[in-house]
C-alpha cells in the first residue's frame, strides 16, 4: 500500500498569501493518476486537481498542481476567504488501494 | 446537473448489519465505475471499495473485506454497499463517489453516516 504524508499539518495564513502543500509517497506513483481534494466543514470533498496538474471543470487558475514520482505540490496563489479548508492528496489508477493523505488545514491567521 | 445521493446510514449495533445505497442521476451511471469513501468523525479520507461499470471488478480495502459487498443495479442507477459484522471503527460518513478515470473521483455525494455502538 502506498502512503501519502502530507505537509504541514496546518498552515496558517491571511487572505491574499500564497499557500504550498505538500504530499510525499512512500513509493513512486504515476502522476498521470494524482489528484488533490479540498473538503470544507460538514461537506463533501471536492475535486480540485487531477493527473498532478489539471485543474478540474469550475476550479479557479490561481490553484495549480506540480510534482512527479514521489513529490507533489498544490499551490493557491493567493488565497480567498473560501479557500480555509482541509485538502487531501490522493493517488488512484493502477492497483488499489488508492489511498489519500492524512490532511492539510489551511486556516486563517 | 450530476447529482449522488446517498441513504441508508443509520445507528447500528455491533455485530449488525446495514445497507447504503448511493442514487444517481445527471450521467449515464452505466458508463462509469464508482467508490465507497469513508471518513470517521474527525478524520480523513478513506477509500474502501470500488465497482466497475459492468460489475466485472471488485475491490476492497483490507479494513472491509469479508464483511463488505459493494454492488451496482445500473438500470435503477444505483449503487449499493452491505455491510455485515460492523465494528465500532467503521463509524464514519459514507460516501459514494464516481470514478472519471484519469480524471479521479470527480463528483461526490453528501454522504451517509454510520454509527456503530451499544
Known amino acids: ?109 | 446537473e450530476v447529482q449522488l445521493v446517498e441513504s441508508g446510514g443509520d445507528l447500528v449495533q455491533p455485530g449488525g448489519s446495514l445497507r447504503l445505497s448511493c442514487v444517481v442521476s445527471g450521467f449515464i451511471f452505466s458508463d462509469f465505475s464508482m467508490n465507497w469513501v469513508r471518513q470517521a468523525p474527525g478524520k480523513g479520507l478513506e477509500w474502501i471499495s470500488y465497482i466497475s461499470s459492468t460489475s466485472s471488478d471488485i475491490f476492497y480495502a483490507d479494513a472491509v473485506k469479508g464483511r463488505f459487498t459493494i454492488s451496482r443495479d445500473n438500470a435503477k442507477n444505483s449503487l449499493f454497499l452491505q455491510m455485515h459484522s460492523l465494528r465500532v471503527e467503521d463509524t464514519a460518513v459514507y460516501y459514494c463517489a464516481r470514478d472519471n478515470a484519469y480524471l479521479s473521483f470527480d463528483y461526490w455525494g453528501q454522504g451517509s453516516l454510520v454509527t456503530v455502538s451499544s
Open chain 1, 1 to 109: 500500500e502506498i502512503v501519502l504524508t502530507q505537509s504541514p499539518g496546518t498552515l496558517s495564513l491571511s487572505p491574499g498569501e500564497r499557500a504550498t502543500l505538500s504530499c510525499r509517497a512512500s513509493q513512486s506513483v504515476s502522476s498521470n493518476y494524482f489528484a488533490w481534494y479540498q473538503q470544507k466543514y460538514g461537506q463533501a470533498p471536492r475535486l480540485l486537481i487531477y493527473g498532478t496538474s489539471n485543474r478540474a471543470t469550475g476550479i479557479p487558475d490561481r490553484f495549480s498542481g506540480s510534482g512527479s514520482t514521489t513529490d507533489f505540490t498544490l499551490t493557491i496563489s493567493r488565497l480567498e476567504p473560501e479557500d480555509f479548508a482541509v485538502y487531501y492528496c490522493q493517488h488512484y489508477g493502477g492497483s488499489p488501494p488508492w489511498t489519500f493523505g492524512q490532511g492539510t488545514k489551511v486556516e486563517i491567521k
